[in-house]
Structures are given as C-alpha cells and as structure tokens.
C-alpha cells in the first residue's frame, strides 16, 4: 500500500486508493505530553514513544486503552499486543513500514542522535 503525501498546515492527506485519511503530525509542544512523545495520530491511533525510551528503535501505539509495540528496528515486528484486533494490528503495522524513515528521524532528533 503506497501512501503519498501532500502539506496541508500541520495535517498531511493519505492517499489509500480513493479515499483519504488525514494523518496529524504533532508540533514539538504537542510531542512532549504526558512523557510521551507523539509521532502522529492516524484514525485515533496515537503513535509515540516515551521519552526516556531505550533502544532499539521502536513505537507505541494507543487508542482506547488499548496498546501494541513495535521494533522499526533492524525490521518491523511486533512485541506486544494488549487489545488490539488482528485487522487492527495489520493497518497499524502498514502504517509503520510506510513511515518507519519518519519514525525513526524524529527517533533520532528526540534523543539527539544521529
């Protein structure tokens, strides 16, 4: 699945076929909540890390209580569900492999590494 994106302000429109989605790329006041840096939100999914997180890379992704963690490092692969249906879990990880280069930049800028 082959997402394209287009600036609008602070929300990027993806493009799935023929319908699209807005994802939300948060600002640097909004990264910094709760210990827990937003990445982006994507259909109420909130994909983030905490800001004492350790290596290797990796995202968190919460909605409705529920939470799922992903390595993005040496690959993509799931560590653990707590709650998340497997078609759920499928768009998430699509969502990952498509902006893992984002995830791991803001990764790399939040932690100052390089």
């Not at 840096?37 to 905490?50: D, E, R, V, W």
């Amino acid at each position: 699945m082959q997402i394209k994106f287009a600036n609008i302000k602070k929300k990027v429109v993806i493009l799935f076929g023929s319908f699209n989605y807005f994802l939300y790329f948060c600002s640097a006041k909004q990264q910094n909540t709760n210990n827990m840096p937003t990445i982006f939100i994507l259909f109420g999914f909130h994909f983030m890390f905490y800001s004492d997180d350790h290596t290797p890379i990796h995202v968190h992704v919460l909605k409705d209580g529920k939470e799922a963690k992903y390595n993005i490092d040496p690959e993509v692969a799931l560590v653990y569900n707590h709650g998340y249906k497997k078609n759920e879990l499928s768009m998430i990880e699509s969502v990952i492999e498509e902006n893992q280069e984002i995830i791991k930049e803001r990764w790399r800028v939040y932690f100052n590494q390089k």
